[in-house]
């Protein structure tokens, strides 16, 4: 008799739950994981090229310490913050980790605007195939945060709204913070540099 009167209400509360928005949660939720990885991965392709490309710009133009530190220095920056996936819900940490990789994004700008004065290194093969990585790791970043706040605006409606927000709430699903959309154009603009263009040409 007991197991008579368990099994139905099993299948109810399983039944609303399911209405209520629980396992579109449950699957935002996941989607939001794995485009935080792919997005952690793309940068840390980024973070990887700096060194190499720091050194051979170094070789053709150690004077503009300025720039080659301010690159380092971001890097250094972006190496320090534990991008775990528990930041996704830290608000204060998330938009750190924004401003740190916005920092790093800033400097290398700055770097190839300032390799375009040295025809020399503009030529250096290592630099063009470093350049060339760059440009496609930077637009891999791009689709990768594109896809990541799509994927976050999906779930943050799933716990703001009525009903799924009472299911949110008993089980603990809190709105997650996300990358802010206004520069997303902008970021979606590698650094270039017109190789084909003399030295100081606009």
Request: some cysteine; proline content about 4%.
């Amino acid at each position: 008799m007991h197991h008579k009167i368990i099994l139905p209400l099993f299948l109810i509360v399983f039944t609303l739950l399911g209405g209520c928005g629980y396992n579109t949660l449950q699957s935002t939720d996941e989607q939001i994981k794995a485009g935080w990885a792919e997005v952690l991965n793309q940068y840390q392709r980024r973070a990887d090229l700096v060194p190499n490309l720091v050194n051979v710009v170094k070789g053709y133009a150690a004077h503009e310490k300025e720039v080659l530190t301010r690159v380092t220095e971001a890097r250094a920056k972006v190496g320090s913050i534990q991008a775990t996936p528990e930041l996704i819900n830290d608000e204060q940490a998330f938009a750190k980790f924004q401003a740190a990789q916005g920092e790093m994004s800033s400097a290398l700008s700055r770097l190839l605007l300032v390799a375009e004065n040295y025809p020399q290194l503009k030529a250096d093969g290592l630099f063009r195939d470093l350049q060339a990585q760059l440009e496609g790791t930077e637009n891999r970043i791009a689709v990768a945060r594109n896809r990541y706040i799509k994927t976050v605006q999906d779930y943050n409606i799933v716990v703001r709204q009525f009903p799924s927000n009472l299911t949110a709430m008993l089980f603990g699903y809190k709105v997650k913070p996300s990358f802010t959309v206004e520069n997303e154009k902008e970021i979606a603009k590698p650094p270039t540099v017109d190789f084909g263009a003399p030295a100081g040409a606009k």
